[in-house]
């Protein structure tokens, strides 16, 4: 069974995209970033944007009915290498002790010049019941 789990962000009609989708056991969670409706969150704080970003995240996982323990797999997306060593103690404070393998590539661009960072993550619950 299918289930998409949005966000309420316009985009979501107009583009056809969730912010989470759940098949069985496992989650995907759509690249994620310090936005929070029409507000960016941390502007110009790679740190800030990026700790936003993991509760977003958690947010959504818990909607699809996982938790953060679940992830398996962090992708992370930054503008600078400059920012690197902030998204990494952010990513450290939440997973430290989940350990899922990471990737973190520096990019030319995100969407919006403001955003710093975008991650996404992938997640299977266990204990499921399935």
Known sequence: MRVNISSGAPWEATVGYSRAVRIGNI????????????????????LEQARFIFRKIEKA????GASITDVIRTRMYVTSRS???????AHGEVFMNIRPVATLVVVSALLEDRLLVEVEVSAIIQNSGE
Do not use: N, R
């Open 61 to 64: 996982l818990s909607e699809a």
């Open 83 to 89: 920012s690197i060593d902030d998204v990494l103690q």
């Open 27 to 46: 989650v995907e969670v759509a690249g994620t970033t310090a936005v929070d409706g029409a507000v960016f969150v941390g502007e110009g704080d790679a």
